[in-house]
T-cell receptor, first 111, second 112 residues
Framework: RKEVEQDPGPFNVPEGATVAFNCTYS??????FFWYRQDCRKEPKLLMS???SGNEDGRFTAQLNRASQYISLLIRDSKLSDSATYLC????????????FGKGTTLSVSS | GAGVSQTPSNKVTEKGKYVELRCDPI?????LYWYRQSLGQGPEFLIY????????DSGLPNDRFFAVRPEGSVSTLKIQRTERGDSAVYLC??????????FGPGTRLTVL
């Protein structure tokens, strides 16, 4: 079983749609959680950190359920520019430990 | 300010050859990471440096892979006797200690 598993995708949605991505992680010692965005042939870039209390950044909302080891990302009012691959990422709490990435879920927003 | 830079951006080599991939981290970042991303996969950890020393090399797939960071800044990932399965994008990231990791644009390695 992979450490981080994501919805297989791809997700094809029209502009203005709401789309949700789910992710589960296997290592209960994981302490930090993130969503990264990766555009085609580009490097991953941090979209947002994820906290147990949930956090929102504009149209993006991330949630963490530690008991279920489950992470989600909700995108409201999708824009064409949201088209990308979204990577679910976890990290143990020790200093300097590596990021563990899921395979990513591809989102394509069409007009 | 300048971000993480990696050279070359693309490298095509033949099976069995030796390659070196270079990473210039953000100035002042003490931590440096190498990841490898195969097509359709997320990045996978290879090795982590804190300063000059490799603090964690558990992700290196075998002894053909080696990395150095002699002065605690620039790092070189070295791959001996390349195989077709080594073809991937090699990503470098740097951070202040355990902080946010900033990624470079990657080196796309193709082994023919």
């Amino acid at each position: 079983r992979k450490e981080v598993e994501q919805d297989p995708g791809p997700f094809n949605v029209p502009e203005g749609a709401t789309v949700a991505f789910n992710c589960t992680y296997s290592n209960s010692a994981s302490q930090s959680f993130f969503w990264y965005r990766q555009d085609c042939r580009k490097e991953p870039k941090l979209l947002m950190s994820v906290y147990s209390s949930g956090n929102e950044d504009g149209r993006f909302t991330a949630q963490l359920n530690r008991a279920s080891q489950y992470i989600s990302l909700l995108i409201r009012d999708s824009k064409l520019s949201d088209s990308a691959t979204y990577l679910c990422v976890v990290k143990a709490n020790q200093a300097g430990t590596a990021l563990i990435f899921g395979k990513g879920t591809t989102l394509s927003v069409s007009s | 300010g300048a971000g993480v830079s990696q050279t070359p951006s693309n490298k095509v080599t033949e099976k069995g050859k030796y390659v070196e991939l270079r990473c210039d981290p953000i100035s002042g970042h003490t931590a440096l990471y190498w990841y490898r991303q195969s097509l359709g996969q997320g990045p996978e950890f290879l090795i982590y440096f804190q300063g000059t020393g490799a603090a964690d090399d558990s992700g290196l797939p075998n002894d053909r892979f080696f990395a150095v960071r002699p002065e605690g800044s620039v790092s070189t990932l070295k791959i001996q006797r390349t195989e077709r399965g080594d073809s991937a994008v090699y990503l470098c990231a740097s951070s202040f200690s355990e902080g946010k990791q900033f990624f470079g644009p990657g080196t796309r390695l193709t082994v023919l």
